[in-house]
């Protein structure tokens, strides 16, 4: 065909081979995405880790509070969001931690919230996604969690174990040794056999990375090749630089040697930075999109008794039997739902009932209470108006003596005059 026609102005075709350059303006113009969870008992350098992986500061500095000021250890997730620019990309990040994870004296079930979180974004992405509009979803799925393990060297704990079997069938799962410069190199190979025995032996899916990036094994020393097929990570990280031998580089300085961040002989943090942001970090998001997410979608649907048909099925049957079965299965939870409200009335108005009932009890109570005082003082003032009944009877019975004998006086005394009169 191109060779019976010409191609075009000076030969440039139809411009299909400028979609790839189309696609990547549009992108670095949208900006990406990402959602990173760290967990792990606290004290393993999570945040530490997050600040070096970025080389920036998400998580600040802040001294240790004292015993007074510090958060009850309950576990709850916080999700920090900041944008990063490198070259002209645009990256929306948002890191979510655990803090409180185990570290309570009972440690059943502290990664609840965890799974509860990865639920509520995956719901959360569900409903945007059933809406009119679709306009502006953000996606606030968790494309790839940490779990830092402690560098006990024997292994996972038995929490480690219960907490990721919760998790590994949610989300892209890493194992994460901590704070690997606690260990020799000959420990941190151990550390390393344990915790993949312990991952198999207990059926825990953590995320593979595909072996289709060469560029990889020609980073990596000859004695670290073998590493790739192991997804279990042990990692040192520091933001701060040191001078050895006149190098500045990330690390940190101990009396007996010094640990670079950035070597791959001392530390497998720039491994497992480059797999996760470098060259897989697509494969990651692709991963939570079409795996975790569309499981999660498809239990959801399930429960809501609208599954999929398959293709053997015929279509209009199949569809007016789900949607009799969902009919079905609504009008009973209608059901339920009314006999549950109905209870829930019956006892609001019995115990409103029954608090009406004290109250009309209390108020004969005061009633009864306030007539007896009425009539105690109907007593009192009776038998003070009898008193005073008698008081004045008393006053009046003197105030008639009085004016009785005043009077005989006067009597006297005229007679007297009169008589003194006559003899003159």
Known sequence: FVGRFPMGDKGRGVGIATLPNQVHAESLSRGFEFNLMVV?????????FVNS???????????????ESRAPPTCSVQRTT?????RGARLRLTVAD????????????????IVSDIDDAYEHYMDDESRIYRENISDNRIHCLLYFIAPTGHGLKPL???AMKALHTKVNLIPVIGKADAMTAKECASMKAKVLADLELHGIQVFRFSNDDDDEEDRLPASNADERAIPVFAVSSSTGAITVNGRTLRGRQYPWGYVDVDNALHSDFSRLRDLMMRTHTQELIDQTANVHYEAFRVSRLDEMAVTPATPSEDASGSLMARLENAKIQSEKRL????????????????EKERKLQEMEERLNQQQEAMRQEIVALQTVLEQRKREFQKERDGVDA???IHESAGHRTDSITAKTKKHHFGIF
């Open 40 to 48: 792990g008992e606290s004290g393993l350098g999570k945040s530490t």
């Open 53 to 67: 992986l970025f080389m920036t500061s998400i998580y600040v500095d802040s001294e240790w509070p004292g015993p």
């Open 82 to 86: 900041v944008t990063v620019n490198e």
């Open 98 to 113: 655990a803090p409180g994870f185990a570290a309570s004296i009972d440690n059943e079930n502290c990664w609840g919230p």
């Open 160 to 162: 480690d174990i219960a």
């Open 335 to 350: 059901a339920k739902l009314e006999a549950e409200m109905t209870q829930v009335f019956a006892t609001k108005v019995r």
């Open 398 to 400: 003197m105030r008639n």
